[in-house]
């Protein structure tokens, strides 16, 4: 069964570079069908989409973070990553990778602090 | 960017009650409409996709509906682990927003 593991830093400060890593269990990765995917979660909000990045590598950003954004894959180690440059405190929270395909799936979710 | 407008933000039903929420689109986005369910401290779990379709796996008291502009998530017989926020998603076009999510309370 498919498993999304997301990894980094649990502690960031402020003005760095958040950077975490999503590793993919099987071989999708390699398929045109999926995309792949970052979501946030600030403490006691909802949830935010971040961004995506497709098989052939073409990204799609929300336009509120996009100048602080990027994602990016490898493939030959079924990863895809997120980095976000100059955080703040607003960046706090609960960070998940996702694959959407038919449906979505869900990585476990990682917390990130900004302090 | 196209809003998702989910409502109720929360509600309060029974074990057995049938429990419906709603999301509406500010514009048409066709059935590319996401549903999940989100328990404290978890990561959501996919429900259904393209508007209408079961995720595997998932129980077949939830199902959903709609095309266009409005769209529902039903819970047919409400059980007590389905206790939790749920919230829509339009990935029709970029971003991808989600509603602010409803949370369900079993009495």
């Known amino acids: 069964q498919l498993q999304l593991q997301e990894s980094g830093p649990g502690l960031v400060k402020p003005s760095e570079t958040l950077s975490l890593t999503c590793t993919v269990s099987?071989?999708?990765?390699?398929?045109?069908?999926?995309?792949w995917g970052w979501i946030r979660q600030p403490p006691g909000e909802g949830l935010q989409w971040i961004g995506t990045?497709?098989?052939?590598?073409?990204?799609s950003y929300n336009l509120s973070l996009k100048s602080r954004v990027t994602i990016s894959k490898d493939m030959s180690k079924n990863q895809f990553s997120l980095k976000l440059s100059s955080v703040t405190a607003a960046d706090t929270g609960a960070y998940y990778c996702?694959?959407?395909?038919?449906?979505?799936?869900w990585g476990q979710g990682t917390l990130v602090t900004v302090s | 960017d196209i809003q998702m407008a989910q409502s109720p933000s929360s509600l309060s039903a029974s074990v057995g009650d049938r429990v419906t929420i709603t999301c509406r689109a500010s514009?048409?986005?066709?059935?590319?409409v996401a549903w999940f369910q989100q328990k404290p401290g978890k990561a959501p779990k996919s429900l259904i996709y393209?508007?209408?379709s079961l995720q595997s796996g998932v129980p077949s008291q939830f199902s959903a509906s709609g095309f266009g502009t409005d769209f529902t998530l039903t819970i047919s017989s409400l059980q007590p682990e389905d206790s939790a926020t749920y919230y829509c998603?339009?990935?029709?076009?970029?971003?991808?927003?989600f509603g602010q999510g409803t949370k369900l309370e079993i009495k």
């Open positions: 990045i497709s098989y052939s590598g073409t990204t």
């Open positions: 998603q339009q990935y029709h076009s970029y971003p991808h927003t």
């Open positions: 099987d071989d999708s990765m390699s398929s045109p069908t999926y995309f």
């Open positions: 393209a508007a209408i």
């Open positions: 996702a694959r959407r395909g038919k449906g979505y799936v």
């Open positions: 514009q048409d986005i066709k059935n590319y």
